[in-house]
């Protein structure tokens, strides 16, 4: 099992990134997804989620209505719109709900 994660940067406040995991090793199309984050000095946060098929998502009340998970063959991507400061981390996909398979992060800096 393989997960890559891909888009991070450094971005102005307001601006916006689009991260991608391209998964690999597995059938990817039985399993949820997920995408986590962790800052400097913080627990690990789970940002969104989506179920094996694609047609449902849930995200943590930090992002609702500026981040967006979707999926596509065998990727796995987060829109982030609206960036703040706060959404700064290091940014990890899963498989499942983050109880087996992480990747190997991507780095998000929100800064002006």
């Known amino acids: 099992v393989q997960l890559v994660e891909s888009g991070g940067g450094l971005v102005q406040p307001g601006g916006s990134l689009r991260l991608s995991c391209a998964a690999s090793?597995?059938?990817?199309?039985?399993?949820?997804m997920s995408w986590y984050r962790q800052a400097p000095g913080k627990e690990r946060e789970l940002v969104a989620a989506?179920?094996?098929?694609?047609?449902s998502a849930n995200y943590a009340d930090s992002v609702k209505g500026r981040f967006t998970i979707s999926r596509d063959k065998n990727t796995v991507y987060l829109q982030m719109n609206s960036l703040k400061p706060d959404d700064t981390a290091v940014y990890y996909c899963?498989?499942?709900?983050?109880?087996?398979?992480w990747g190997q992060g991507t780095q998000v800096t929100v800064s002006s």
């Open positions: 989506i179920t094996s098929a694609g047609g």
């Open positions: 090793g597995f059938t990817f199309s039985s399993y949820a």
């Open positions: 899963t498989r499942g709900l983050g109880n087996d398979y």
